[in-house]
């Protein structure tokens, strides 16, 4: 129905009356399409306003994160990067044996993009870069709630300004390379390989991670975090105090 009616988000629909109509159905099944509709952010339904189309990148994710999720708040920024770690790595596994000729491709291209970002010293380029790499691997997956989940969790990571770049440098150069591996895995049609390149990459800039424990957050506030959370260091202490940031991307 939004397809056919060419409506784009933000768009009212039809009321639920009209739609009941159009459909050819009763108002009790309308009614509780819309419920479907609406838990999983197609459309959203405003009380006295009427049914309007939801932004379609919000399926699932940032509208009903967002409104609890607080992006100085560390404890939610663990938690974040946590559940990131788990989507990409399954995300890169399945890409690793669902991608198509033309996604790998695509894959290719970003990496590339990446690099070139880095070697000139272009900052917007390589943000594009990145982000297109991963929401490409996630694509690769063929599991819609996987790249749903993925482009959420970066659109509050960034919200949170933890993998924003503030300087291109040996850190972006590192995660050219990891790029670079995570590609050659899901090329090779090497699952576990494309996982644990993924885990690799993702655990430097995880504040929780084995590997960079600690150091984006560290960073951002000026605090030495151990490779383990530990209890000298509140979970809950604010990223507004800060006035530095991480170099690299993830």
């Known amino acids: 129905m939004i397809g056919d009616l060419a409506l784009r988000p933000g768009d009212r629909m039809p009321t639920e009356k009209d739609l009941a109509s159009r459909l050819r159905t009763s108002r009790t099944v ?62 890169s596994r399945l890409a690793a044996t ?15 993009t990446c690099r070139n970002g880095y070697t000139s010293g272009n900052n917007a380029q390589f943000d594009q870069g990145d982000n297109a790499f991963h929401l490409g691997v996630a694509t690769a997956s063929h599991n819609f709630f996987l790249l749903s989940a993925i482009r959420e969790a970066r659109m509050l990571q960034r919200q949170a300004s933890v993998i924003g770049l503030r300087g291109l440098g040996g850190h972006a150069s590192a995660a050219v390379g990891e790029h670079e591996a995570i590609y050659r895995a899901i090329r090779d049609g090497d699952p576990e390989a494309a996982a644990q390149a993924t885990s690799v990459h993702l655990d430097k800039w995880n504040p929780a991670g084995s590997s960079g424990s600690g150091y984006a957050i560290g960073h951002l506030t000026r605090v030495e975090f151990p490779r383990s959370r530990s209890t000298e260091v509140s979970p809950k202490r604010s ?7 991480p170099e690299g991307h993830a």
Request: net charge neutral.
């Open 30 to 91: 309308v009614r509780e399409a819309i419920k479907i509709l609406s838990a999983t952010g197609r459309v959203s339904a405003q009380k006295g306003r009427g049914l309007y189309v939801a932004d379609s990148e919000s399926m699932l994710g940032a509208r009903q994160w967002g409104g609890f999720f607080v992006p100085t708040n560390l404890d939610h920024i663990f938690m974040l990067f946590e559940f990131r770690r788990l989507q990409e790595m399954q995300a």
């Open 239 to 245: 990223l507004s105090q800060s006035d530095d940031a």
């Open 98 to 112: 669902r991608a198509s000729p033309s996604e790998l491709r695509e894959i290719q291209t970003v990496v590339q």
